[in-house]
């Protein structure tokens, strides 16, 4: 009996870039250039580009982005890390927004310091279309498997939430860490402290 190409038993449903909102945000007008290029070359091709962190929360106020590329230090002011905790303590974005840090920062006490805001995903400068292209997909791939969660998270439907969360971890075990963790958040939101 002939083997079965491993190509053929992926069930992830292909990404719709052409859907998505993309919000860029940095203070190099070059570096917006190459985003703005490297997006369109992937397919994303609805773009909105931001040169400081008050310009990005305005444009939030007025669209409901899916993706937001922030770099995280740009100079004076609030940096990526700042602004992502902004958006999210004020709700100035979807619950299933990605985040994406960019940052030419390599230091360990610099990444862990990113990671800490629990960003969707982190690349670090310099990079190519072809790395841009792979982080955008396995964020996007998580959140399609996340869906459910993050739309009942939204509505504040928290019990649903952590029954998708068992759900979810059982049926992408690649997941389970981060609906164990979210699980855990949302029994305590509620009280279930058992």
Known sequence: ?????????????????????????????????????????????????AINPNEATSLCHEASFDIILCDDNMGEGKNGQQ????????????HDCIFIMVTAETSREVVLGALESEPEGYIAKPFNQAVLRRKIDRVLDKQMCLGDIHLAIEYENYEE??????????????????????????????????
């Open 1 to 49: 009996m002939a083997a079965v190409s491993n190509k053929h038993l992926n069930t992830t449903p292909r990404i719709d870039y052409a859907s998505k909102y993309v919000l860029v945000v940095d203070d190099f007008a070059q570096h917006l250039d190459f985003m703005s290029k490297a997006l369109k070359a992937i397919g994303l091709t609805k773009i909105a580009l």
């Open 83 to 94: 602004l992502l905790h902004e958006l999210r303590h004020f709700k100035s974005v979807r």
């Open 161 to 194: 939430a952590i029954s998708q969360c068992l759900d979810t971890a059982a049926l992408h075990p690649r997941h389970s860490s981060w609906c164990q963790k979210t699980a855990a958040e949302l029994h305590l939101r509620l009280g279930q402290y058992q």
